[in-house]
């Protein structure tokens, strides 16, 4: 009989000791709910801002501009592409709610060749297109038939057209103007070829041409400096007045509370002062 009592005694111990152990985490899981338990109480008292943006500058400018959001009550997810039209179509479907990579040229022919009503919510910054050196060190030793590649996008190819036609390798036909292209070159002494890529692609493929007309973004991402460009868009050229980068909403959304609070962060003097310290002239503010 007291042997029974003492084993209903330990058994008893044993059983309230495993209670407490299950009611009482670790001091790690203890730490893990907490995180967990801030984590979300932080987001579920924030708004999702969702903007779609190429990586360089744009998502980097993005990201300077992620506490200024989050001051206003906005939790900013930004989403990286590497070309120009799936974010566009992206913010079309509704996917986003804004995006940031593109000039206002390139926003229009994207509607007239889609059918859809994106729209610009403001100009952000100004990013000065340059011809890089390839296989060739200046352009005063470009040969007789060398080969420039150039965007083979609408908008952009005129650009780079216009730039190469500034620096005496082209004339291009009265009036082109943003909308040339290869077949509105009338002159075209040494003999050029030019080689039209997407975007995106030139940078790797500057080893292989003697040189290239490269976008800011792209030569950025790629290393490159404005500095090192054999030739750079002159800051008062038709091109700087034109092709300012904008963030582009949905039409009906450019004064929506999370555009406003988007184009105030983005336009405010911590990024101004975060783009001219960074960029080295590579991405000039608009604002």
Do not use: W
């Not at 729209?119 to 011809?131: D, L």
């Not at 493929?205 to 030739?231: R, T």
């Not at 609070?261 to 000039?284: F, H, N, Q, W």
């Amino acid at each position: 009989m007291k042997k029974s009592r003492l084993f209903g005694t330990i058994a008893a111990a044993i059983a309230a000791a495993g209670i407490l152990t299950a009611c009482s985490p670790s001091s790690t899981q203890t730490e893990e709910a907490t995180t967990q338990a801030g984590g979300d109480a932080e987001d579920t008292s924030l708004t999702p801002l969702v903007v779609g943006a190429t990586p360089a500058p744009h998502g980097e400018i993005l990201e300077a501009a992620r506490e200024l959001l989050k001051e206003k009550g906005y939790d900013l997810e930004i989403k990286e592409y590497t070309d120009y039209i799936i974010p566009d179509k992206a913010l079309d479907s509704g996917d986003l709610d804004a995006n940031f990579y593109q000039h206002y040229p390139y926003l229009e022919s994207f509607n007239q060749q889609n059918g859809t009503e994106l729209v610009s919510a403001g100009t952000i910054h100004y990013e000065p297109f340059g011809i890089y050196a390839g296989k060739t060190a200046s352009l005063e030793e470009i040969p007789d038939g060398g080969q420039i590649a150039v965007p083979n996008d609408t908008t952009n190819e005129a650009r780079a057209l216009l730039l190469l036609e500034a620096n005496g390798f082209i004339e291009l036909k009265e009036g082109a103007g943003l909308e040339a292209t290869v077949n509105d070159i009338v002159k075209n002494d040494k003999n050029l070829e030019i080689i039209e890529l997407e975007a995106a692609q030139i940078p790797r493929s500057l080893s292989s041409v003697d040189a290239a007309v490269i976008n800011g973004n792209y030569a950025i991402e790629a290393g490159l400096k404005v500095s090192d460009a054999l030739a750079v868009e002159d800051s008062q050229s038709i091109a700087a007045e034109t092709y300012g980068n904008v963030v582009a909403v949905r039409a009906g959304n450019e004064e929506n509370d999370k555009t406003k609070a988007l184009m105030e962060a983005l336009t405010s003097e911590e990024v101004k002062s975060y783009i001219e310290s960074t960029y080295d002239g590579a991405v000039v503010p608009l604002f």
